[in-house]
């Protein structure tokens, strides 16, 4: 029943990542694909119909793992405390700018609100990145299970490095969502293809450097494990090559998810593993009670179903209309 719970976790975290990361990808790369006033519009329409809805995902995450493993909760949302609250401030100043921009025509006004919808986006992308990085390299972790480093233990080169390829494979993303959503032919769409082409070896050659830095850090015993980075490349050229907007975004969904499955298997049985890697940690055995799994378990098949049904009827009507 841990392992269930630890697979339902990393579903919706997987699912937040996969559609949360392409409306920070639009914002990391809004500033530079959009140059013109009516293009930022059009950039901000693209994921318009979505953006807080893709939030919620992030809401359901947390409220689900304070269901299912309560003591990870506690001692995450303690030591992690500035990071969480340096995140809240970044989604409102997301959350502001989509929803004011529009309120006046003054180029001043809808430029503070461009530069903080771009800056807030590529923060969050980062941060989110710096998190993965750091239960991948392990916590600091006292003897009642909770962090016990500092922040600056949390700016460490690797959590740093995972960080900036966040950013650059969810801006990717992004473009193939942006060019998805733009009319054939339209100036965004254009320049949200040149981007995808700009950053694609990018994100190419990061990821080696990342799957290489992260097998030094935390080494992967598990063989099936080895198999979902061929996945992963595998994704990423077919989104590079592929014709169809809608196929290139969907090998960009497919290489997150990847991503994601990669460091939920490689963090399995640990939610928060100790620093170095191979000292203990917290693990779902004991981040988790017999008490509290089966009424978690209940409250899950009674509103995860929900939400489903809710996001695929709204996704359905929204889907069609392009930006």
């Known amino acids: 029943m841990n392992t269930a719970a630890f697979v339902v976790l990393a579903g919706m975290l997987g699912a937040y990542v996969l559609l949360d990361g392409f ?39 947390g409220g689900t793992l304070f269901a299912f493993f309560p003591q990870a909760y ?23 700018s989509i929803e004011l921009r529009g309120h006046f025509a003054d180029p001043l006004w809808r430029g503070f609100w461009d530069v903080g919808f771009s800056i807030a986006s590529s923060l969050l992308a980062l941060l989110m990145g710096v998190t993965i990085g ?22 460490n080169p690797y959590a740093l490095g995972v960080g900036v390829f966040s950013v650059i494979v969810l801006a990717l993303h992004g473009a193939a969502f942006m060019r998805w959503r733009s009319d ?4 965004i769409g254009a320049h949200a293809q040149k981007a995808f082409v700009i950053l694609w070896p990018i994100a190419l050659v990061a990821y080696a450097g990342v799957t290489a830095a992260t097998m030094a850090v ?51 049985p640990y939610l928060l593993p100790a620093f170095p890697i191979g000292s203990g940690g917290l693990d779902i055995a004991a981040a988790s ?19 489903l049904i809710y996001a695929t009827l709204a996704a359905r009507r929204v889907l069609s209309r392009k930006a």
Not at 240 to 261: D, G, N, P, Q, Y
């Open 184 to 187: 054939p032919g339209s100036e």
């Open 134 to 155: 750091n239960l991948l390299r392990g916590l600091p972790m006292g003897q009642n299970g909770f962090f016990s480093g500092t922040f600056a233990f949390l700016l």
């Open 74 to 96: 506690a001692a995450s949302f303690s030591g992690f405390y500035l990071p969480f609250m340096v995140a809240l401030w970044l989604l409102m100043v997301r959350g502001l």
């Open 218 to 268: 935390h080494p992967v015993h598990n063989a099936v494990l080895w198999l979902v980075p061929i996945l992963g490349v595998a994704s990423l050229v077919a989104a590079r090559f592929v014709k169809s907007a809608a196929l290139c975004l969907t090998a960009t969904s497919i290489f997150l998810l990847a991503l994601m499955i990669s460091a939920a298997g490689t963090l399995y």
């Open 289 to 307: 009670t017999p008490q509290s799994l089966p009424s978690a378990f209940i409250a899950v098949a009674i509103g995860l179903p929900a939400v």
């Open 23 to 61: 409306d920070l990808g639009v914002g990391a790369l809004h500033l530079f694909v959009a140059r013109t006033d009516r293009e930022r519009t059009a950039s901000f329409a693209t994921i318009g119909p979505f953006w807080s809805g893709n939030e919620v995902m992030l809401i359901a995450a």
